[in-house]
């Protein structure tokens, strides 16, 4: 550790690498420590040294490195264990660790890996240059990759704070994936109209994938997401034994619980189609879109697992001459426009949707023409009601 003065009469402190050791390729680099002295030796004591003295006696200099506390390496691994990345959805968390491992796998210019840096060293600049590099085009000609330079920026500013939270003696309380003004305007979900959903749930019951169509029925008519569905939805939660004039549904991302009526106070149904395929479904299993045909090694009927289902939505969808931007996401965003076309208030739609604010469902109620017609009408009606009062 060596000390130098600054211009400002600042004594700050750094590590710095043995010229020979750098000859002879060693991954550490200098390393600014900050002006206070007992923070500096500690960070040497308990980290740079052993570092050091474990790469001169021979070791693997890249399990030295890779997670040591402090780290970026070490950062991602962390997450994984705070509150805020548990609460989030299964899907989600895998595409979380994807994205911050290849962020800790980045080799930056001076050959090191970003997982290898320790955070004080991770700064808003470092930040920025790392941005603008995950934007660049992977092919010749190719376009920019705005949305995931975006997308792993966001989520290192997630980790960054949960693990903040957890560690702050360790992570910096400045956060440099912080106030990037990021800009990326998403492209909407392609809505699936009521129409192809119907074509789509006919090609499965051909193929005799039942429990695929029940599954497409209740993301457009009940509004669930996929994992709640395949994992979660069970046959209890249908006509329960305390409410048997409801569906229970739980969405498990905002931990809504929604009471769907069945029926409507003259005891119409509600959702004829879908109860009238739920109440004649055999039930192989208790989740409700169970596998029809039995496992090969248990014998058993077992839940769909996400990649499997998803292959063989996207051979319904084939079948069904529908184009490859219908997703069984698209199914939800088609039902809950269908609720915005119907002029459903957004306090309705919630309610049903198990959205907290109007600001989340309006990512799924998209405008269409209806209700620019329809507010179109309204508009007229109202100019003609207030001309005649001025008569």
């Known amino acids: 550790m060596i000390a130098k003065r600054t211009k400002k009469g600042v ?3 750094y590590w710095n690498l043995p010229t020979w050791a750098d000859q002879k390729g060693c991954p550490l680099t200098r390393e600014a420590l900050g002006s206070d002295y007992a923070t500096a030796k500690k960070r040497c004591d308990d980290v740079l040294n052993p570092q050091f003295d474990a790469w ?4 693997d200099p890249e399990p030295i490195l890779r997670n040591l506390k402090g ?3 070490w950062l991602v691994i962390r997450f994984q264990d705070t509150p805020q990345y548990r609460r ?5 968390q895998a595409d979380y660790s994807y994205v911050l491992e290849r962020l800790a796998n980045y080799q930056l210019k001076d050959g090191r890996r970003l997982g290898n840096v320790h955070l004080n060293s991770v700064t808003p600049g470092v930040a920025d240059l790392l941005y603008e590099a995950l934007k660049k085009p992977t092919q010749p000609g190719g376009k920019e990759r705005t949305r995931t330079a975006v997308k792993a920026m966001v989520i290192a500013r997630r980790a960054w704070n949960a693990v903040h939270r957890a560690e702050s003696d360790i992570v910096p309380f400045q956060n440099p994936f912080a106030k990037m003004e990021l800009k990326y305007k998403a492209k909407p979900t392609r809505l699936v109209r009521h129409h192809e959903l119907m074509r789509m749930v006919e090609v499965a019951d051909r193929f005799g994938l039942y429990s695929i169509g029940t599954a497409m029925m209740i993301a457009y008519y009940w509004l669930m997401r996929e994992e709640d569905i395949l994992k979660r939805l069970t046959w209890n939660h249908y006509r329960p034994a305390d409410r048997p004039d409801v569906v229970r549904i739980i969405h498990h991302k905002t931990g809504e619980l929604v009471d769907i009526p069945l029926y409507d106070e003259d005891g119409t149904p509600l959702w004829p189609e879908l109860m009238e395929r739920l109440d004649r479904a055999p039930r192989y299993g208790p989740v409700i879109t ?4 039995p496992d090969r090694k248990r014998k058993t009927h077992l839940p769909w697992e996400p990649d499997y289902f998803r292959h063989q939505f996207v051979k319904i969808r084939e079948e069904a001459g529908l ?3 219908v997703t069984f996401s698209g199914l939800r965003h088609g039902g809950i426009t269908e609720g915005a076309d119907a002029g459903l208030s957004d306090a309705q739609m919630r309610a049903l949707s198990g959205h907290l604010t109007s600001a989340a469902l309006l990512r799924y109620a998209q405008k269409t023409q209806k209700q620019r017609l329809d507010a179109a009408r309204l508009r007229r009606e109202a100019r003609t009601k207030q001309q005649r009062m001025s008569e």
């Open 56 to 59: 001169r006696k021979g070791s």
């Open 290 to 293: 169970t596998r029809e045909t």
């Open 11 to 13: 004594v700050s402190y």
């Open 88 to 92: 989030i959805a299964e899907k989600t």
């Open 71 to 73: 780290t970026f390496g």
């Open 323 to 325: 184009p490859p931007d």
